[in-house]
Each structure stands twice: as C-alpha cells, then as structure tokens.
C-alpha cells in the first residue's frame, strides 16, 4: 500500500511539473486589436504601405518555455488594402497576388528559439500564391497579463520579408520584396 501510494504521489508530481503547458489563444481580430501589414517599394521611388483586413488564427504560448510555442494564420488575401480601389484591384490580380485564384495565404510553426529577453524567432512555413516555403519571424513579446475584463492576453509585434521571387510573384523594377510588419494580440480560449 505505501508503494502504491509513493508511486502514486511521484506519477502525480510528476505530471503535474508537465502540466506547465503553453496556454491556448486566439488572435483577436473581432475586437481589431491585431494587424497584418505589408511595405512594398513603389519602383525605387518611395514606399506602399497597405495590410490585409481579414484574417484569423490561434497560437499556443508559455513565458517560460517558448519554444513550444506554436501558430497558425489565414490570412484572405482578397482583403488585400493599400488604401488606393484601383492599386488594389491591380495587385489582387494575376499580375501579383492572383487572389482569386490563391485567396488563402497560411503560416504555420515549425518550432520557435528563444532568443531570450522576449525576442524569438518563429520558423514555419508560408504558402502564399501557390507556394510553400520557410520563412523566419523576427517577433518580440509586448507584453502579457489580465486585461480589464477578466480575461488573459497576451501581445507580440513580428517582421520578416518575402522575397516575392520565391513565391511566383511578378518583381517590378526596385519590388523584389515585401516587408511585412505583424501586430498580434491573443485572447486566452
């Protein structure tokens, strides 16, 4: 009985220290306290800033054991906004982006190293127009905590850039690339 009992206490300590676990969010884009946005060099000349209006995703996340961590994003591609009807139409068209044809562009995790003092980088892999391929995001922790309601969150602003080549996009001039900016504040399930 009592080496049922230690086993017993040991198989709990024992799952209890695993049950520090990353916790479970989802983006909040309902309360649109979250962003994806691009910088594109117009010709060498100046710079387009747009963003995409809709897209959705979870993440799972620990403070102390980041490199669990894990993300996924769609983002519609056809929501596509530069600010500008006629500019926005031309790049969600098969001379860019072909979002009708490729109206999901999705990122997934692979794993993600811990930089220390709330910088990471989050490895995965973007398909975007047809394509898959690795990517790096460059992420920094803003912050974590209970929010006024009661509820967990937790906030992460993360760059990367795209070669568009790499995806099958047409490069006009000086835009081989894109830069992408990511403000991302999760909402604990």
Known sequence: M?????AAGMAIAMFSSMGASAADYVIDTKGAH???NFKVSHLGYSFIKGRFNQFDGEFSFDSSDVES???????DTRSLDSNHAERDKHLRSDDFINASKFSTATFVSNKVIDNGEGQFDIVGDLSLHGVTKPITINADLIGEGTDPWGGERVGFVGTTRLELADFAIKVMGDSSYVDMELHIEGVKK
């Open 2 to 6: 009592k080496k049922t009992l230690m």
């Open 34 to 36: 979250a962003s994806i």
């Open 69 to 75: 961590s894990r993300v996924k994003v769609n983002v």
